[in-house]
T-cell receptor, first 110, second 112 residues
Framework: KQEVTQIPAALSVPEGENLVLNCSFT??????LQWFRQDPGKGLTSLLL?????REQTSGRLNASLDKSSGRSTLYIAASQPGDSATYLC?????????FGTGTRLQVFP | SQTIHQWPATLVQPVGSPLSLECTVE??????LYWYRQAAGRGLQLLFY??????ISSEVPQNLSASRPQDRQFILSSKKLLLSDSGFYLC???????????FGPGTRLLVL
């Protein structure tokens, strides 16, 4: 069964800290892996997409890595800000289906 | 640029009543379209996807159905709502399965 797990489920940190969010998946035969951000009561916003042949992607203060053989991805957020507070979702694409993790709820306080 | 719309934003319905949620996409042609449900404390679950007009694939057996009457219109329906249908419903589109999906603002459904 293809499952995606995210740890931790929730995280609360002071502003300025560097963060690592973790995502693991059971089936390594992936097409790509995506990280999304979801604000409360809102839809999802795509942050980064890593193809199965890639090792990492960067966008501004965000860096996502992929280790397909071990079934893991990490999202690194540098110099966190209160505006980064949201739920971060990892999603793995298999053939024609996107499997989502349950997310990490991040709160960055001033 | 492409945009995706969902309505209504919020809906409160009694058990046994019908349901119709609408999703429309602008600025692209022949997109893949998806319906997801996000229940409280759970991840997103894919309900239906469509690769073209009239083509619907169902991922899980349930009380819901989907239709795609036009290229950029995707409708989620039910004849009789159950309490368990409550949740946050998200529509998404992509150019194909391997590209990123873009999500709408969602519809929050509460069945009482």
């Amino acid at each position: 069964k293809q499952e995606v797990t995210q740890i931790p489920a929730a995280l609360s940190v002071p502003e300025g800290e560097n963060l690592v969010l973790n995502c693991s998946f059971t089936d390594s035969a992936i097409y790509n892996l995506q990280w999304f951000r979801q604000d409360p009561g809102k839809g999802l916003t795509s942050l980064l997409l890593i193809q199965s042949s890639q090792r990492e992607q960067t966008s501004g203060r965000l860096n996502a890595s992929l280790d397909k053989s071990s079934g893991r991805s990490t999202l690194y957020i540098a110099a966190s800000q209160p505006g980064d507070s949201a739920t971060y979702l990892c999603a793995v694409l298999y053939t024609d289906k996107l499997i989502f993790g349950t997310g990490t709820r991040l709160q960055v306080f001033p | 640029s492409q945009t995706i719309h969902q309505w209504p934003a919020t809906l409160v319905q009694p058990v046994g009543s019908p349901l119709s949620l609408e999703c429309t996409v602008e600025g692209t042609s022949n997109p893949n379209l998806y319906w997801y449900r996000q229940a409280a404390g759970r991840g997103l679950q894919l309900l239906f996807y469509s690769v073209g007009i009239g083509q619907i694939s169902s991922e899980v057996p349930q009380n819901l159905s989907a239709s795609r009457p036009q290229d950029r219109q995707f409708i989620l329906s039910s004849k009789k709502l159950l309490l368990s249908d409550s949740g946050f419903y998200l529509c998404a589109w992509s150019t194909n399965f391997q590209e990123t999906q873009y999500f709408g603002p969602g519809t929050r459904l509460l069945v009482l």
